[in-house]
């Protein structure tokens, strides 16, 4: 952890006078815990995490000189913080905006269809096929006759050879399957 360096390792690095007398190491030590479960809170990933909790060390360290005593240490510390998850937040955001949308989602956002019922359609369309694949092989060729083909009760009946009140149960008890499969 880089809270591990002192104060005076820092003032080695980088001299600069002091405008109030904070001892950083203490406040570094006795609020280290509560700060690293304050980012834990905000950052779900714990490596960036604890990568925001040695950057706010190092913040804190490099502009020290700028503390003026207008809140308590640690809050001021905490602020920093608060600044660097919301600069984390803002660098994430900008990585994932545009890395699920294709072409057919642009497409229907340009014609002002609500995203949200894009991706309901979506996922309705996706559980709907997959519904369709674990259905019986003789059933499947039946609706890809009447969908795909276009065909008629009739056509169906003709083609697999069986009655068409046949095609009529089938077709119904395949619906009532589909909806339990798709909106349970």
């Not at 003032?11 to 406040?27: I, L, Y």
């Not at 834990?40 to 950057?55: C, F, P, S, T, V």
């Amino acid at each position: 952890m880089l809270s591990t360096i002192t104060t005076t390792q820092a003032e080695s690095r980088n001299p600069t006078e002091f405008s109030m007398n904070v001892n950083w190491d203490e406040v570094f030590i006795s609020h280290n815990k509560k700060l690293l479960n304050f980012i834990r809170k905000r950052i779900a990933n714990q490596e960036d995490g604890e990568d925001i909790l040695q950057m706010t060390c190092l913040e804190v360290l490099r502009n020290r000189h700028k503390f003026i005593g207008a809140s308590r240490p640690e809050t001021w510390v905490f602020g920093i913080a608060v600044n660097l998850i919301r600069n984390y937040y803002k660098s994430q955001q900008s990585r994932y905006l545009l890395d699920q949308l294709d072409d057919d989602i642009t497409a229907d956002l340009l014609f002002d269809n609500d995203p949200s019922d894009i991706t309901e359609h979506r996922q309705l369309l996706g559980a709907t096929l997959d519904s369709i694949e674990k259905l019986p092989a003789d059933i499947r060729t039946m609706l890809s006759m009447l969908v795909e083909g276009e065909g008629s009760y009739q056509d169906v009946a003709h083609c697999l050879n069986i009655p068409i009140g046949t095609v009529r149960s089938r077709l119904s008890r395949a619906r009532e399957a589909l909806k339990v499969r798709i909106y349970a």
